[in-house]
């Protein structure tokens, strides 16, 4: 019987990221997540199966395309939508719209859109060709004391691919960092932990039930397996997303700094990012609802939060 080459599915590779983790890094975006983050910026990350992503400033128009994706679509998916005026000419476009009921996100419309308005988010990788791609910025991890970075989504739901692609990265000498919800069986979380270097690990509210409420699961394993990654001699760096009328008032922002000085040395670092708005236009391209919008923090309240942590004791607090 022929073996099942291992793949994983992504949505996105990203070579010189500084954000995720230390030095330049090159970080791979896993699809599918279980949790529900209202302020999510990547909410194409969050299936677990392909989806067709349309870009409305890329579209043409149906004229000039001569109604490719139109006809290309046997699921009559797609029909004419709003009209707006080409950036350049001032000339009237007629655009398309994606009936999300009827696409069964086969890509037959992103194949013609030359443009590429239409694409699909998700594509399989085999371990070899994820890891070809990330050795090829092998040069700069050595010179900035970086690494690869396997993100999400939740990258732990597809574990023995993300184990393998570790397990190489860590062969070729390379740090390794795993950014995750902590969301995971410690089962799974267990089999990375020899791989990696450092978790990137999100709290989001110390209350279970708030949490439950506003992001679809409850805390306890999250908290819990922070507990056994210290225990472990892991190293981790807390992420801590702050959003408004969520997780920002002084209460959970000193019972999460609570919580993480009882981490103990696994926590080199807590890093506090503030809430913005950038994700929300991305929803409309997988989707025909818009998501809630919130104010950012201010830096002032930024600033009010980092004390906060500080006064609790801990050592090493920053905004990302």
Not at 53 to 71: A, F, N, P, V
Not at 158 to 179: N, S, Y
Not at 248 to 272: P, S
């Amino acid at each position: 019987m022929e073996e099942k080459t291992l793949t994983g599915k992504l949505y996105d590779i990203q070579g010189f990221s500084v954000q995720d983790g230390p030095g330049v890094r090159t970080t791979a975006f896993l699809k599918g997540c279980p949790l529900r983050c209202p302020w999510c910026h990547s909410p194409e990350s969050q299936a677990f199966y392909p989806q067709l992503s349309w870009i409305s400033m890329r579209c043409q128009g149906t004229e000039l395309c001569e109604s490719r994706c139109m006809k290309a679509c046997t699921k009559n998916a797609i029909e004419l939508g709003e009209t707006r005026l080409d950036a350049k000419t001032q000339e009237p476009l007629q655009m398309i719209h994606v009936k999300r009921d009827l696409c069964d996100n086969c890509g037959d419309c992103a194949e013609v859109c030359y443009p590429n308005a239409l694409f699909i988010s998700g594509k399989d990788y085999t371990v070899d060709e994820l890891c070809a791609r990330l050795l090829q910025d092998r040069r700069f991890y050595k010179n900035s004391g970086g690494g690869i970075t396997i993100s999400g989504g939740e990258c732990l739901y597809q574990p023995d691919f993300v184990v393998e692609v570790l397990k190489r990265m860590k062969a070729e000498g390379i740090h390794t960092a795993v950014d995750t919800t902590g969301y995971a069986k410690w089962e799974v979380v267990e089999r990375v932990l020899p791989y990696t270097d450092l978790f990137l690990y999100d709290l989001k509210h110390m209350d279970s039930a708030t949490h439950k409420a506003v992001v679809g699961v409850p805390n306890e394993l999250i908290l819990e397996n922070a507990k056994k990654l210290a225990a472990a001699g892991a190293k981790m760096q807390i992420r801590i997303p702050v959003i408004p009328q969520f997780n920002n008032d002084e209460d959970n922002i000193r019972k999460t700094a609570e919580f993480c000085l009882e981490l103990g040395d696994a926590v080199e670092v807590v890093q506090l990012l503030p809430y913005h708005n950038l994700g929300v236009t991305k929803y409309l391209r997988i989707s025909d609802k818009p998501i809630a919008e919130a104010t950012p923090p201010s830096d002032k309240q930024m600033q009010r939060l980092k004390a906060l942590m500080e006064e609790v004791g801990l050592p090493h607090v920053t905004i990302h």
